[in-house]
């Protein structure tokens, strides 16, 4: 599956933005999907994910509650709503296809497709 990421931006924090990530080439409804994220410098952290059915979500400490994941197989997208960004947020953002019964959600080696990236930038 191919993966494209975008909806990045220049915000300024306490303000909320949508990512998207449009997959083709595959069966989208079969994935598990999640969203990463990389600032300058560090690794690559897990932000959310979201099982094949949308059925269970899982979300970093960091985002938790401020971040919403979720996904429409119709339009074989996954989404990530950002709302109270802070400029702790600012990195590229990735998302990620994984296996349909992978196990766990936050577990980077287990996604097999990425996309190439979008970036987030939260100005204080």
């Known amino acids: 599956v191919q993966l494209q990421a975008f909806g990045g931006g220049l915000v300024q924090a306490g303000n909320s933005l949508r990512l998207s990530c449009a997959a083709s080439?595959?069966?989208?409804?079969?994935?598990?999907m999640g969203w990463f994220r990389q600032a300058p410098g560090k690794e690559r952290d897990f932000v959310a994910a979201?099982?094949?059915?949308?059925?269970?979500?899982v979300y970093a400490d960091s985002v938790k509650g401020r971040f919403t994941i979720s996904r429409d197989n119709a339009k074989n997208t996954v989404y990530l709503q950002m709302s109270s960004l802070k400029p702790e947020d600012t990195a590229v953002y990735y998302c990620?296809?994984?296996?349909?019964?992978?196990?766990?959600?936050?577990?980077?080696?287990?996604?097999?497709?990425w996309g190439q990236g979008t970036q987030l930038t939260v100005s204080s």
């Open positions: 990620a296809a994984g296996g349909k019964w992978l196990v766990p959600l936050e577990r980077i080696s287990e996604y097999d497709s």
């Open positions: 080439g595959g069966t989208f409804s079969s994935y598990a």
């Open positions: 979201i099982t094949w059915t949308g059925g269970i979500t």
